[in-house]
């Protein structure tokens, strides 16, 4: 026997199962909050002190200019001992972990990274005195890197 | 025989920030895109990159395969020593690089 549920049940199922591969070969927002509760723990995040430049118009995904620069007097008892980058919509919301010290002198790293659509980028800062900064930037990329296809 | 670019200053100051640039020629292939046969091409990508100043750690990055194609990076360090600069990549499919550069503190 069908009745109208029976069909109806069949085709939310079906639609859950074309959605969720689609749904899990990009990051979301929500697991770019989750990644970086992973780095941040209990702790809270404060906007500032932070520095994210990379161009608001990019042309090319495949290789952005990137910076980040942090403002710390770098001494070993007040310094930056760790820089995080994520994203919201490549597959993985990382981008890349950097780690610091007194001895770089100033917190300030340049780097090239793809995107694979416009998003939000955020920058995430942590110091020797257990403090976490933030900054965040959008971008709008116009040629995406490939995630679809290969040459 | 791998082809790396290092830009660092080849003297400096005692106390001087210096800029420490470097290039390495890698496909990052972020293992997410499908190959002309529809099959995914496996992940190869640079993990670590790990700088040194005489044998201590001064800068490490873990990178994921958002990292564009051919990895830069450029990082700062105090000049405290003169000697060598080493930095290391390592990544997936046994990559391994070492690269040092000489510098004269004084």
Redesign the interface.
Known sequence: MHSPLDRRAFLAGAALLTVLPLAS?RATPEAMAAAIKEVVGAATVREGKVKLDLPPLVENG???PLTVSVESPMTPADHVKAIHVF?EK???P?????????????A????????ADSQKIIALAETSTGQFFSASADVIVTLAA?????T | MTNVLINAPKTARPGEIVEIKALILHPMETGFRPGTNGKIIPRNIIEHFVATWNGAEIFRMEMSPAIAANPFVSFFAVATESGTIGLRWTGDEGFLVEEQVAIAVG
């Not at chain 1, 490939?146 to 290969?150: P, R």
Request: charged share 20%; with cysteine; proline share 6%.
């Open positions: 070969a495949n290789t952005v994203n490549n597959p993985q990382h981008v890349f972990s950097a780690r610091l010290g007194p001895q770089n002198g100033k300030v790293i340049t780097t090239r990274i793809k995107l490939c995630i679809e296809d290969a």
